[in-house]
């Protein structure tokens, strides 16, 4: 995996966490609109559609440069729109860029051996 790619699957990585989390209190937040005088929808709203653009621009260039089967890349987006999705995607993004880690190391190592 190259310096880009890894990039690429980082940024998606980190901003899955916090997409996740701005999901998780818009919905919080669209109950207590309901139920109480609070209204706090239309910032989380924007803070949301923030980070869910973010998510899916980089989702975008991670998905054309690890070079993901369309199955693969369509598990991250549908995670995505998933109130926890972003928790997982977070979790198997950060497994896939351990093993590539390991792989490379491995790689290189075989060629000093050679």
Known sequence: MDIK????????RLVSGPEAI?????LVC??????????AVPVMGMVHGVLFVLYVIFWADAWNR???PVGTAALYFVLSVLPAGGFF?????????EDAVVASRVRGEGAVKA
């Open 5 to 12: 790619t890894a990039a690429a699957l980082r940024r998606l």
């Open 30 to 39: 669209s109950v207590l609109k309901r139920t109480t005088d609070f209204n």
């Open 22 to 26: 701005s999901f998780l209190l818009l």
């Open 89 to 97: 995607a977070e979790r198997r993004l950060r497994r896939e860029s």
């Open 66 to 68: 690890a070079k993901w």
